[in-house]
């Protein structure tokens, strides 16, 4: 008989996930906005305010790891979603451009060590033979978040006009996150502690490191991606008031990839699933990049040629990045030993951090020069590169250092 895969502490674990990044998300699309209206930031300034977030929770992550694999994973999961929850409230106390740069960036240590700390507890509370499909639907929480936050935060402000109200929803929900985690129950577990020597490996996990580099060139094109979609979008395509649309239909396709591809995570086909969403995500990047030449080759009318592409990608990225996602995170748990989970998922993080973060700066910057179509463009380009790297070297490479037979 299966061991019970929907069992009570999963779900309260999935419900905080989802609370802390509805707490991100109903945020992010319209940061950029705010610094632009209210402090009057320019193109590179937003790339490199919002890029500190990114910087800290990767500098965090890797430390985040060692605490969670050598102390209480309850005790550093409630000190690490109540940190994160107050530093909501400092982005109402920040009244200069300053201020707010200090509070976003240090917001991203307690993000970088809580997204740790979560997805480890809820591998801790899922049943050994359910943990490759659980891990594929534990992202489902974030991706509904993804799906709904940006719209409902849109929406408030168009219906407000005040940022204030979206940073006390965001405060109000991180913390709702933090008592769901409080009644979670974990099973017993020895604590790690004190290992003959203080190596690389307790803070990153040196034997999927491959795994790591190919996932910053996707954390790159979403990171581009989720922060200048909406500035993009107005000032290329014409396209206002679509960000909310875009990202509901992304997370749309992540979830039902999520459904989908749970079959093949049950089945152990990783690289299956990591290949074919890759190649969807490839698809729908080169589709959102190619709007505006395919607009003038079209005998569709121009303004719903433009909007059927943009749309169309955000689905396929959703669909490629749901397949691609969970099968990298159980790659890179397939090569760790038991007990570096935590390290396992951390190296996985940091890697897209790594990503996200050279992406928002980069962004930026290339946009500040070039113009937003050329900073596209490289997401197109470094997306293909890291569709190029998998199928050349990585695939190989996990397969030799797999250590996890039902799995390949």
């Known amino acids: 008989m299966a061991e019970r895969l929907w069992n009570v502490n999963y779900c309260k674990v999935m419900a905080a996930n989802f609370s802390l990044f509805f707490a991100f998300y109903v945020l992010t699309p319209l940061l950029p906005l705010y610094l632009s209206e209210h402090f009057g930031a320019t193109k590179d300034v937003i790339g490199l305010v919002l890029s500190g977030y990114t910087v800290t929770a990767l500098l965090f992550r890797p430390f985040s790891g060692y605490f969670v694999d050598s102390f209480p994973r309850k005790t550093v999961l409630m000190v690490c979603f109540a940190t994160f929850s107050l530093f909501f409230a400092g982005y109402l106390a920040a009244s200069t451009l300053l201020l707010f740069t200090i509070v976003r960036t240090l917001h991203g240590g307690p993000f970088g060590a809580l997204t740790v700390a979560n997805s480890t507890v809820a591998i801790d509370v899922l049943p050994s033979s359910r943990r490759t499909e659980g891990i594929g639907y534990y992202g489902l929480s974030n991706n509904l978040a993804m799906a709904i936050a940006p719209t409902i935060g ?240 990585t695939r190989s490479f996990f397969l030799r250092r797999n250590i996890n037979p039902t799995v390949r």
């Open 154 to 393: 849109i929406f408030i402000y168009k219906l407000t006009e005040s940022f204030e109200v979206l940073f006390w929803i965001a405060l109000v929900v991180a913390c709702l996150g933090w008592m769901t985690d409080t009644t979670v129950r974990l099973p017993q577990k020895d604590i790690v502690r004190n290992k003959s020597a203080l190596s690389l490996d307790r803070f990153f996990l040196v034997r999927g490191w491959l795994l790591g580099v190919n996932m910053v060139a996707f954390g790159f094109c979403f990171g581009v991606l989720s922060n200048y979609l909406a500035i993009y979008g107005k000032e290329q395509l014409g396209i206002t008031g679509g960000t909310g649309t875009y990202f509901m239909l992304c997370s749309v396709g992540l979830m039902l990839s999520r459904l989908q591809g749970s079959r093949g995570l049950r089945k152990g086909l990783l690289t299956h699933n990591a290949g074919g969403g890759m190649l969807i995500s490839l698809v729908g990047y080169t589709l959102f990049i190619l709007m505006p030449t395919l607009n003038e080759w079209s005998m569709v009318n121009g303004q719903l040629s433009i909007a059927i592409g943009y749309y169309g990608s955000a689905l396929l990225i959703g669909l490629g990045n749901g397949h691609m996602w969970p099968a990298f995170q159980n790659m890179t748990i397939c090569v760790a030993q038991n007990n570096q989970r935590g390290t396992a998922n951390s190296t996985i993080l940091v890697s897209w951090d790594i990503g996200m973060g050279l992406g928002i700066l980069l962004g930026g910057i290339i946009a500040e020069h070039l113009g937003y179509g050329t900073s596209f463009w490289t997401v197109a380009v470094v997306n293909a590169l890291g569709v190029a790297l998998f199928f050349l070297a």
